[in-house]
């Protein structure tokens, strides 16, 4: 069974600097791997995905990540953390098949402090 | 643009009750899934759906049901809502063979709490 470990509940870092979200993913085969983001009472919304190709993916508002095989991680970066990015990172593992279903990660929730 | 549309932001009910919370989306998506979101436990799958009238039972169905008469439609019932199915809910859709690599769409949320 695949699964998702976010090993930070909580991050804060300064408005300005760089930010890295981890995310290690535990699956037998080669997975696809999504970074969402979900602002305070709000639901999720894509930030990046990957499914092949590129280990390294851009995604919205500045976002990317790098797919790295032999270390299980996905892991989430910005170069410039803004003030509005402050909100709660989940990432997920899926595969193909019928009705194929998202595993997520328990999530990280960013703090930026100005 | 396309959407997953959840019929209610905040909900309040009361020990006892039969819950429906409603979900419809518009991109005729097969797949349509029921979360329930909690501090520190992340997204719990309660129940997804494949095809109308089709369902499987997630990882928490325990206290719940579901109903799918229609593609654009899935509905979660609590059949007698319960003070620790206080939560957050949220509906996501996504295509039948694309869940995999296109993820899904989510709704805005449902924050129900039971008193």
């Known amino acids: 069974a695949q699964s998702v470990t976010q090993p930070d509940i909580h991050i804060t870092v300064s408005e300005g600097a760089s930010l890295e979200l981890r995310c290690n993913y535990s699956?037998?085969?080669?997975?696809?791997l999504f970074w969402y983001v979900q602002s305070p009472g709000q639901g999720l919304q894509l930030l990046l995905k990957?499914?092949?190709?590129?280990?390294l993916v851009q995604g919205i508002k500045g976002f990317e990540a790098e797919f790295k095989r032999s270390q299980s991680s996905f892991n989430l970066r910005k170069p410039s953390v803004h003030w509005s990015d402050a909100a709660e990172y989940f990432c997920?593992?899926?595969?193909?098949?019928?009705?194929?279903?998202?595993?997520f990660g328990t999530g990280t929730r960013l703090q930026v402090t100005l | 643009d396309v959407k997953v549309t959840q019929s209610s932001r905040y909900l309040v009910k009361r020990t006892g009750e039969k819950v429906f919370l409603e979900c419809v989306q518009d991109?005729?998506?097969?797949?349509m899934f029921w979360y329930r979101q909690d501090p520190g436990l992340g997204l719990r799958l309660i129940y997804f759906?494949?095809?109308?009238?089709?369902?499987e039972k997630g990882d928490i169905p325990e206290g719940y049901s579901v109903s799918r008469e229609k593609k654009e439609r899935f509905s979660l019932i609590l059949e007698s809502a319960s003070t620790n199915q206080t939560s957050m809910y949220l509906c996501?859709?996504?295509?039948?063979?694309?869940?995999?690599?296109?993820?899904?769409?989510f709704g805005s949320g449902t924050r129900l709490t039971v008193v």
């Open positions: 996501a859709s996504s295509a039948l063979t694309g869940a995999g690599s296109q993820g899904y769409t």
């Open positions: 699956y037998g085969a080669t997975p696809y």
């Open positions: 990957y499914f092949s190709g590129d280990t």
């Open positions: 997920a593992v899926g595969r193909t098949g019928t009705a194929s279903k998202l595993t």
């Open positions: 991109m005729d998506h097969e797949n």
């Open positions: 759906s494949y095809d109308v009238k089709m369902k």
